[in-house]
């Protein structure tokens, strides 16, 4: 038998240590994902692919000009966790797509909306509005995408979340909501008083009274959050009205 030499046998070393390294942190990562309440699950989306969930009204759609939400779910937040909201905007007329990240981790698929984009472009509906919308991370990530893809792109809404510098929406002309909440200590309030420098002078600026940062979603109590003083579903309700309001009124 031929003997290894001592550059192959380090090699195998390294990728030996890599793969379980690899193997440990994704294992933490699924251990430390934030799962749907029993509220969200019973909630069935319209269409589920490896890519997205997608709500959309079981009634006809009212709107003349169909609109979509592209959302992109906070870090390690599953999709499944902002069913309550998204079916109450698909309600209303709306279609919402809920994206399916790797590892729930946006930032390991920032171009995630192109599935989105790309499906509805050879669709009939190739003229709709497409809006992002981003959680927490999925924020960040989602005004990045915006920014790189302004002519796709009719708005943006930032839920307990603000731009950075590579995703700044400064100079481009779409309408932006900012909803954050009074008890959310997750948010990092400094940059996001920082971040408003990213934003457009027509930013529509909310805060929901007694709610917190896992209140954008349905998945329990979050690490490092501030308690709520109102139920979560008193704040699923207040967001979606909060955005249905707000698409009615860029809309006319």
Do not use: C
Not at 82 to 97: K, P
Not at 99 to 113: C, E, F, I, R, S
Not at 189 to 195: E, L, V
Request: glycine share 8%; charged share 20%.
């Amino acid at each position: 038998m031929k003997k290894w030499r001592w550059w192959q046998k380090m090699l195998l070393g390294i990728l030996v240590v890599f793969l379980f390294v690899t193997a440990g942190g994704s294992l933490y990562l699924k251990e430390n994902t934030y799962e749907p309440s029993k509220a969200a699950t019973v909630i069935k989306p319209t269409k589920a692919t490896k890519d997205y969930e997608l709500f959309v009204s079981s009634q006809p759609n009212k709107n003349e000009e169909q609109t979509n939400l592209i959302f992109y779910p906070g870090a390690l937040v599953a999709p499944a966790s902002y069913r309550i909201w998204a079916q109450a905007v698909a309600d209303a007329g709306y279609s919402v797509y809920v994206l399916k990240l790797p590892l729930n981790l946006a930032v390991l698929a920032p171009n995630k909306a192109d599935v989105v984009l790309g499906k509805n472009a050879k669709a009939k509906n190739a003229k709709a509005k497409n809006i992002l919308v981003g959680h927490s991370l999925g924020g960040v990530m989602a005004s990045r995408y915006g920014q790189n893809h302004q002519k796709e792109i009719a708005g943006m809404i930032f839920l307990a979340s603000y731009p950075d510098e590579k995703g700044s929406l400064k100079k481009v002309n779409i309408p932006v909501l900012s909803i954050t909440a009074s008890q959310d200590q997750v948010l990092n309030k400094t940059q996001y008083q920082k971040s408003k420098a990213y934003l457009p002078d027509n930013t529509t600026f909310l805060e929901i009274k007694g709610g917190n940062h896992a209140g954008f979603g349905s998945y329990g109590a979050q690490k490092g959050d501030g308690k709520a003083t109102i139920s979560n579903s008193q704040q699923q309700k207040e967001l979606s009205e909060a955005i249905i309001n707000w698409l009615k009124k860029i809309k006319s």
